[in-house]
């Protein structure tokens, strides 16, 4: 269908058998690639060759393919999801890169993600921090009307930067102690906007910084590592509002 | 067979009041006693996991992504419609009723439909309860927009991610539920096979994606929420995960499949840049608020810049034939009407495949910043995938495959023919009839899970006694067996067509010959076609790797496999049905480039049931009855 000039690339692969297995970086070559090829796309075209030749193509995460489902999760050069700004993996695009150019593909790598194979790592730590109290306990159905509270404008719009978060976890891949602080900081924040979020908020605040430290994650030294990874922008003012809800808390 | 809906009769806006009323109850104390196993965490699967685990039943809930939030339900855009009338503009209970009638092309069961509409109203305030910051105007009220189908605005909506909020929202009151113990999550995990015992489905057989271990687990009740069949078309707005398995595994042990051929094409997505391209990105249906379809008038302007192409020499098309809804035509007839322009060769961009999604207007009208609030990041989406700059050249788009409104067959109850299977969400058939409204699925999934299925299981259990079925019935070694031989014949095949070839040619088969428009010759010859393909596939196949491994390879090939049957069912169904209704449009029965339905012959729902490999299925009927309303020939004129 396309005419467009193509590309050959030489991808520097990170493969891993299982989590117990060493792990060593392979090269292969990715040829005939446009600049309308996503990369997960290339790695698609790479994969349909080393399966002709009979080997194992290279495992990665990834489903919705438009940036909103925060399965894909891979280092790229370096950066968390390749280093565009707010993209993910999966919208990452060839015309990023040139013709010739080396790329080095690597998995989320952090103490509370360990590796299951290739580029796919465990994150249930995350859910675990969720589940220590990221919800309000409110039952399905016998709850007020939905114009009962209002909500100022300015707090639901500062939720919704917050809750945008696609809980990929680049910001802990991008941290350089593996810290959950800006996904965790996002959630508090979320609820802690709402009045629908206070009457648990500090009890929530804490047991989410515990669980934290629990599932292995490090903690924040202001890198700012995370925001830059953060495929939805998230801002470390969020983590900011973590810390003194977790300080109000002490007091409650 | 003649199908019974199980539907409730007398006045309509009492039947779901009535019904809840007669439903038996399971005794507080005793829901312990019950296992219940819920498929897919999507809106439907995840908030029914977590209002059963609320209940007091042992939920065990299972999902084949690392996580129960990424279920492809988080992709949904535009937003959830309610018969709230916040706007005073005209809407009530029975009017979005109507409209989903209506909007259905009359090939959905009444009394589901008003449950729906019903429901809708709760929905909003329990997803404001559970802290879903929904778009509000600076009094602090509920926002809300119009949207395709409809002339008041009842849609709510988070920015352009409202499926990703209301599931982020149902995952949460899920996570509540795990950490409480009321459920137990699986993730990774792909169903493989429905088990069932005498007749009454009893578990299922799941594939540990991480170990490939094949793995029974047995309940009282199994309730797949499994989502659509769209990837059958190979491209489509689907997450690359979503398949027809989990549904054609349960259809294989006797669940009936209804209206297969109802399938949604969505008009306004990003137009194919090539052949190796493995999805399709839609962009919201609500852009069509603000955005007016057009194509040039002459062919002759095709590769103009489409600034240099003066007003009167643009053709908007939507606002030409369908004056009183323009650009908010519903989904079927916008993408039938893109298609119609680019059949005629006024189709813009590569191939001529798009049409233009003009912002000019509005842009001039409300200034940049307003559309950027309302719609920034599908701009920032559009750039990203196109590298093109949408505030100042229209956007090209083109219809892509986007849900099923077939499914699973389903009583009012939302329970199959299989007494102890339910089906919930996109999986099932039940609302939507032959075309779904913008805005309407997100609004029935949370329905079913949050509203429709604590009430109806509760009065299928009252009727069982508990525990009766462990895995230890030689049935459930039976499955393991059947999946374990199945995927031993895939890996073993070792020929020489990798399984995407397979499924890019079935692709491209179904999008041909049973996509937009579909006619008597071209099912035909799909009905040739797909058995050829399909035993090519199991002759040709190349599956590298191993059973007990992590091994990506192998679930793609299960499947395709699964598509390669299903897909004929869906050519079958399409063929039988010799009329146009809504997604289902049959070139042979038009009216000047309109959907001619035939409701003396075809107003009922039909359900097929699997008669054996390579067996001719049959067809059951369920005589759809309007008694609130009409029967009339749909027009958006």
């Keep these: ?252 | 067979m003649i199908l019974d809906g199980k539907c409730p009769t007398g006045p309509i806006e009492k039947t779901w009041d009535k019904h809840r009323f007669d439903l038996k109850l399971v005794n507080p104390a005793n829901k312990r006693k019950y296992n219940v196993i819920v498929v897919g965490t999507g809106l439907a699967g995840g908030a029914a996991a977590a209002s059963l685990g609320e209940l007091g039943y042992n939920v065990q809930a299972f999902c084949y992504q690392d996580s129960p939030r990424r279920a492809h339900s988080i992709a949904a855009q535009g937003g959830i419609n309610a018969a709230k009338n916040y706007p005073n503009d005209g809407d009530s209970i029975y009017r979005l009723f109507y409209d989903t009638i209506k909007g259905g092309d009359f090939r959905a069961r009444e009394a589901d439909v008003w449950r729906l509409a019903q429901v809708s109203n709760n929905i909003i305030d329990q997803c404001v309860a559970q802290g879903v910051p929904f778009a509000r105007d600076y009094a602090g009220y509920l926002d809300n927009r119009s949207f395709g189908g409809a002339q008041v605005s009842r849609t709510f909506y988070a920015r352009g991610q409202t499926g990703q909020q209301l599931l982020l929202g149902a995952y949460s009151a899920l996570s509540r539920q795990i950490k409480a113990g009321t459920v137990k999550m699986y993730n990774r995990r792909e169903m493989l096979d429905l088990v069932v015992v005498d007749g009454v489905a009893k578990g299922i057989t799941v594939r540990n994606l991480i170990t490939g271990e094949l793995e029974s687990y047995a309940a009282d009740a199994v309730c797949l929420a499994t989502g659509g069949y769209v990837n059958v078309f190979y491209l489509s707005t689907n997450a690359m995960g979503c398949s027809v398995t989990a549904n054609w595994k349960a259809h294989k042990k006797g669940a009936f499949f209804a209206n297969p051929c109802y399938t949604q094409i969505h008009p306004t997505c990003i137009p194919q840049a090539g052949d190796y391209q493995s999805k399709l990105t839609l962009m919201s249906e609500s852009l069509r608020n603000d955005g007016r379809c057009w194509v040039p008038k002459s062919k002759a302007d095709l590769n103009k810049h489409p600034d240099q192409i003066p007003e009167e020499d643009r053709d908007y098309y939507l606002e030409r034939k369908y004056p009183s809804f323009g650009n908010l035509a519903p989904r079927d007839i916008a993408s039938r009407a893109a298609k119609e322009q680019c059949d005629d060769g006024r189709g813009v961009g590569p191939g001529g495949r798009g049409v233009y999604l003009d912002f000019a207007t509005s842009i001039k009208r409300v200034g940049a910043d307003t559309i950027k609030e309302r719609y920034g990041n599908l701009f920032e989406m559009y750039e990203k995938i196109t590298d093109e700059n949408a505030y100042k050249r229209p956007m090209r788009m083109y219809p892509a495959p986007h849900y099923s409104m077939g499914g699973l067959w389903v009583d009012y109850n939302l329970m199959s023919n299989i007494p102890g299977l339910f089906v919930l969400g996109e999986a099932n058939f039940s609302v939507h009839g032959a075309n779904r409204l913008g805005a309407s699925a997100l609004m029935q999934g949370l329905a079913d899970g949050y509203f429709v299925i604590p009430y109806t299981i509760g009065g299928y259990l009252a009727t069982v006694k508990p525990g009766v079925v462990t895995t230890e019935n030689p049935e459930f070694t039976k499955c393991i067996e059947g999946v374990n031989a199945y995927n031993n014949k895939l890996l073993s095949i070792n020929g020489k067509k990798t399984v995407f070839e397979f499924m890019r040619e079935l692709g491209g088969l179904m999008w041909e010959n049973c996509g937009m428009a579909r006619t008597k010759e071209s099912l035909e010859l799909n009905l040739k076609k797909i058995p050829a393909l399909r035993e090519e596939f199991w002759k040709n196949v190349k599956v590298t790797g191993s059973g007990p491994e992590l091994n990506q390879q192998l679930e793609n090939a299960g499947r395709t496999a699964d598509f390669l049957e299903f897909a004929e069912l869906m050519c079958r169904d399409a063929h039988h049905r010799n009329e146009s209704c809504g997604g289902h449009f049959r070139s042979e029965y038009q009216d000047e480039g309109e959907a001619q339905r035939d409701d003396v012959n075809y107003c009922y729902v039909g359900a097929w049931e699997y008669k054996g490999d390579n067996k001719t299925p049959e067809l059951h009927k369920e005589p759809l009855k309007f008694d609130n309303v009409h029967l009339a020939v749909r027009s958006y004129k």
């Design chain 1, 1 to 252: 269908m396309s005419d467009h000039k193509t590309m050959t690339l030489t991808l520097i692969v990170w493969r891993q058998k299982g989590p117990k297995d060493p792990g060593k970086f392979e090269t292969y070559t990715a040829k005939g690639i446009t600049e309308h090829h996503s990369f997960l796309e290339m790695l698609d075209c790479v994969n349909e060759d080393l399966i002709r030749a009979g080997k194992d193509p290279i495992a990665f995460d990834h489903d919705c393919r438009e940036g909103i489902c925060g399965m894909c999760s891979q280092v790229i050069n370096g950066a968390a999801h390749g280093g565009q700004d707010r993209t993910t993996v999966c919208q990452l695009h060839m015309r990023k890169f040139k013709d010739g150019d080396t790329i080095y593909i690597e998995p989320w790598r952090a103490r509370a993600f360990p590796i299951i194979t290739d580029l796919i790592v465990d994150r249930t730590a995350l859910d675990t921090i969720v589940q220590a109290g990221a919800y309000v306990s409110c039952h399905s159905g016998g709850v007020p009307d939905g114009n009962a509270i209002l909500i100022p404008k300015p707090a639901a719009d500062e939720a919704m930067d917050a809750a945008e978060c696609i809980g990929c976890g680049a910001c802990v891949a991008g941290c350089p102690n593996g810290a959950a602080m800006l996904f965790t900081g996002a959630k508090v924040s979320q609820y802690a906007l709402l009045p629908q979020g206070q009457a648990e908020a500090a009890t929530r605040v804490k047991s989410l910084v515990n669980a934290m430290a629990e599932c292995g994650f490090g903690n924040c030294t202001n890198h700012y590592e995370c925001q830059v990874s953060c495929p939805k922008g998230i801002n470390v003012k969020f983590i900011a509002r973590m810390n003194r809800e977790f300080l109000k808390a002490q007091f409650v």
